[in-house]
């Protein structure tokens, strides 16, 4: 018996037709192959399917017994290859575009998510306030990150990794001539903890580029955010005013909290399609050309990015005012 179409179809997706072995793009030149073969008791379940390319396939089928060479593909290392390649495009560490397989440049996973923080994130940190100090550059000095990028890591989680991060990426080097210091803070649940690491990435960030859904405003994280930059664009509008807040809608923002209804925002309500079909349509380019010019406005506020100060590293998120008490003048983009 064959593997029921409901887990060909959850396999195929999940290793978005590219092979659990050599990480090839093959289309329609994919098998499931039974890690535990049907007649050894293997099942017919999600847990006992591996999509492999035929060239894989056969080699995995190959290893005779009686006449052994080499080494044979034991069903626990065949899991954990398949498994370590789901987790690969399910965090976004790789991408499948126009059937090729591209890594995710490591700017995108680093310091990394709210979920991961680097270990050592301290340590470059101190290396990079240690440089700014000795090179005398007092502008930047306290800055580490050029943009803090909050989401929800929901439904929109994927087109944020795939199509969105490494547009964005890419522009925003050319916008500055250099490559961009991007801080990932991704939140699975509206509890996430709020992680001092976090905290600190914000405080030390130029400008915050968030991706507004409604479940993003369940999260009391997300919310605090905001209003820490809203807090920072009322301390200095005086003299910067600037706006540090950079909003991608992804909905129609029928249920956005009063408070952010003012802020300008990249409305991407057209373009937020997490399927692979999305970049083989005219809006894929229409997403481009739109990202383009947003992105240097973007550029525009860390190149004119206020003085750091002290205060705003030394200042508890849960210290900040209450959202409706904020007065900011948001200027016009």
């Keep these: 018996m064959a593997f029921f179409p409901e887990v ?18 093959v289309g329609l030149h994919i098998e499931i192959h039974h890690i535990v073969p049907k007649a050894q008791g293997g099942t017919d379940d999600l847990d006992n399917g591996i999509p492999l390319c035929f060239e894989c396939h056969a080699k995995v089928e190959a290893y005779n017994r009686d006449h052994p060479r080499g080494r044979k593909y ?11 390649w789901f987790d690969m495009l399910s965090d976004g560490r790789v991408m499948v575009v126009d ?92 509890l996430s903890p709020i992680l001092p690491s976090c905290q600190t990435a914000l405080a030390r960030s130029r400008c915050l580029v968030a991706i507004w859904s409604p479940s993003y405003f369940q999260s009391p994280w997300s919310m605090r955010e905001c209003a820490l930059m809203l807090h920072r664009m009322e301390q200095v509008e005086d003299e910067y005013p600037v706006s540090l807040i950079f909003p991608v809608v992804v909905s129609d923002g029928k249920y956005f909290p009063e408070f952010v209804r ?16 999305f ?9 481009h050309d739109n990202m383009r010019e947003w992105v240097e406005r973007v550029a525009a506020t860390i190149r004119q990015a206020p003085p750091w100060r002290d205060a705003w590293l030394d200042e508890p998120v849960i210290a900040i005012p209450e959202l409706a008490q904020l007065q900011c003048t948001l200027p016009t983009l």
């Design 99 to 190: 059937g090729h397989v591209t890594p995710v440049p490591a700017v995108h996973l680093q310091p990394a998510s709210i979920r991961s923080i680097k270990p050592d994130s301290i340590a470059e940190t101190s290396a990079v306030l240690a440089s700014q100090i000795q090179n005398g550059d007092t502008e930047n000095a306290g800055y580490i990150h050029d943009v803090f990028l909050g989401y929800r890591d929901d439904f929109i989680g994927p087109w944020v990794r795939k199509y969105f991060l490494p547009c964005f990426d890419w522009f925003l080097q050319d916008s500055i001539g250099r490559n961009p210091s991007i801080f990932i803070a991704k939140q699975g649940t509206p």
């Design 8 to 25: 060909v179809d959850e396999l195929m997706v999940r290793s978005n037709r590219c092979c659990c072995l050599c990480h090839s793009y």
């Design 74 to 84: 034991q069903p626990a290392q065949l899991k954990r290859y398949r498994d370590g």
């Design 279 to 287: 970049e083989k349509t005219v809006r894929y380019v229409a997403f």
């Design 262 to 277: 003012g802020i300008p925002q990249f409305d991407c309500r057209d373009f937020a399609i997490p399927a692979s079909a």
